[in-house]
C-alpha cells in the first residue's frame, strides 16, 4: 500500500559529505513522523534522526551538529544531510515513516529497503 524508497547512499572518505533522501509513495493520505535509522554489522538497528509533521526534530547525540534531517511534505520525501561524516558512521541506513493510508485511515509504520553509507578513514 505504501511504499520507502531510499537513495543517495554510498562510498565517501572521512570528513565527506553525503545526502540520503526518501521518498514515500502509494495509499498516502497523511504522513507523521519520518526518521532515518541506521543499522552497523553485528550491531542493533538505531535512531540516528526523526522529524515530525509540522518540523521538530531530534538528533541522536552521536550525530548533533553533523547531520540534519528535512522534510518536504509536498513529495512526501524526507532527506539525511550527512556532513563531517566519520569511519563509524558506516552501517545500512533506513528510513521510516508512519503513515495514515487512505484505505480506512489506516495507520501503517513503514519501512524502506535500506541504503549502504560506507566511510573509509
Known amino acids: 500500500q505504501v511504499q520507502l524508497v531510499e537513495t543517495g547512499g554510498g562510498l565517501v572518505q572521512a570528513g565527506g559529505s553525503l545526502r540520503l533522501s526518501c521518498a514515500a509513495s502509494?495509499?498516502?493520505?497523511?504522513?507523521?513522523?519520518m526518521g532515518w535509522y541506521h543499522q552497523a554489522p553485528g550491531k542493533q538497528r538505531e535512531l540516528v534522526a526523526i522529524?515530525?509533521?509540522?518540523?521538530?526534530?531530534n538528533y541522536a547525540d552521536s550525530v548533533k551538529g553533523r547531520f540534519t534531517i528535512s522534510r518536504d511534505n509536498t513529495k512526501n520525501t524526507v532527506y539525511l544531510q550527512m556532513n563531517s561524516l566519520k569511519p563509524e558512521d558506516t552501517a545500512v541506513y533506513y528510513c521510516?515513516?508512519?503513515?495514515?493510508?487512505?484505505?480506512?485511515?489506516?495507520?501503517?509504520?513503514?519501512w524502506g529497503q535500506g541504503t549502504l553509507v560506507t566511510v573509509s578513514s
Open positions: 502509494g495509499s498516502i493520505f497523511k504522513i507523521n513522523a
Open positions: 521510516n515513516a508512519g503513515v495514515v493510508t487512505t484505505v480506512d485511515y489506516t495507520f501503517l509504520e513503514v
Open positions: 522529524i515530525s509533521s509540522g518540523g521538530t526534530t
